[in-house]
């Protein structure tokens, strides 16, 4: 069974950074899109970023300019740099993929476990 597991979150002074990542258990080159994703209790899980297996990245408007989203296909795992961190992204981080699982092109969608990012100010 293909699993997403998330590591790196913690707590962080507003204006430091952390480094989430979020490895496959199996080769990230089947999946077409992978992303990050966040929640907190007061609200639905929204999108942070999407990277696509072509390299294509895509960002929320909150988070463009300091978060980085990246893929190591040789590690299997995808990453997202978090720079200058504020109080408002603290929340819990999940990992998603789409994994293509035949050649007409069906997926199935995949989350992580989540990763808790608190941000104090």
């Known amino acids: 069974q293909v699993q997403l597991v998330e590591s790196g979150g913690g707590l962080v002074q507003a204006g430091g950074s952390l480094r989430l990542s979020c490895a496959a258990t199996?080769?990230?080159?089947?999946?077409?899109?992978m992303g990050w994703y966040r929640q907190t209790p007061e609200n639905e899980r929204e999108l942070v970023a999407t990277i696509t297996s072509a390299g294509s990245t895509n960002y929320a408007d909150s988070v463009k300019g300091r978060f980085t989203i990246s893929r190591d296909s040789a590690k299997n795992t995808m990453y997202l740099q978090m720079n200058s961190l504020k109080p408002e992204d603290t929340a819990v981080y999940y990992c998603?993929?789409?994994?293509?699982?035949?050649?007409?092109?069906?997926?199935?969608?995949?989350w992580g476990q989540g990763t808790l990012v608190t941000i104090s100010s």
């Open positions: 998603n993929g789409r994994l293509v699982v035949n050649t007409e092109g069906a997926y199935v969608t995949l």
């Open positions: 199996r080769s990230i080159s089947s999946f077409d899109v």
